[in-house]
């Protein structure tokens, strides 16, 4: 089964800088689908971003972006000038493509500080 | 509007009194599915079904029950729920019609704060 694995487990960042959150997984499948979802304090699940396995072009959504790194199975999130509003818990995802079966990682608890 | 209803919010209950908490789409989905969020843990998927009278056992199904009567609900059963089915749980949906469907992100309903004592 596939396993997904987010190494931080809490990150901060000062406002308007930039942080990187990291995600790796474990698979045998060639083709699947990755996700980063936001978890506010509200505790609403909110897609961030999402990449197909099969696209070498990382997605980018507005302040944030991916690093996929297919090969070493990586699936960074990168978010640019951070806001106070990103302060959330976010979990990285990842969909099969044979079961539709998504899986997530542990999450990473980001503090922004004013 | 789109929209995954969970009900209830919260809910506080004793040991062995069954409960159901309900589930209901509005997007015509085919897949569902229940996740369990613990500290630590991340969601880990309890039931999930692919379409009506179509379930399966997700990574911890142990304790609970599922059906999928109509397309749009799906409702989790604790038969008879213990202290260690206190967490938050979820919702979910999406398209599942194979192909690019698959990139279809998961829809989530607003969670269901559970507390057996």
């Known amino acids: 089964a596939q396993t997904v694995t987010q190494s931080q487990p809490e990150m901060s960042v000062q406002e308007a800088e930039t942080v990187t959150l990291s995600c790796t997984y474990d698979?045998?499948?060639?083709?699947?689908?990755l996700f980063w979802y936001k978890q506010p304090p509200s505790r609403q699940m909110i897609l961030v971003i999402r990449q197909e396995a099969y696209k070498q072009q990382n997605a980018t959504e507005n302040r944030f972006s991916v690093n996929f790194q297919k090969a070493a199975k990586s699936f960074s999130l990168k978010i640019s000038d951070s806001q106070l509003g990103d302060a959330a818990m976010y979990f990285c995802a990842y969909r099969s493509v044979d079961n539709n079966d998504m899986r997530f990682g542990a999450g990473t608890r980001l503090t922004v500080k004013p | 509007e789109a929209q995954v209803t969970q009900n209830p919010r919260y809910l506080i209950t004793v040991t062995g009194k069954k409960l159901t908490v309900t589930c209901s789409q509005n997007?015509?989905?085919?897949?569902m599915s229940w996740y369990r969020q613990d500290p630590g843990l991340g969601l880990r998927q309890i039931y999930y079904s692919m379409n009506v009278e179509v379930t399966d056992k997700g990574d911890v199904p142990e304790g609970y029950k599922v059906s999928r009567k109509e397309k749009r609900n799906f409702p989790l059963i604790l038969e008879s729920p213990s202290p260690n089915q206190t967490s938050l749980y979820f919702c979910?949906?999406?398209?599942?019609?194979?192909?690019?469907?698959?990139?279809?992100?998961?829809?989530f309903g607003n969670g269901t704060r559970l507390t057996v004592t």
């Open positions: 698979t045998s499948e060639s083709d699947y689908y």
């Open positions: 979910a949906s999406s398209l599942y019609s194979g192909g690019s469907s698959y990139n279809s992100p998961l829809h």
């Open positions: 997007m015509n989905h085919e897949y």
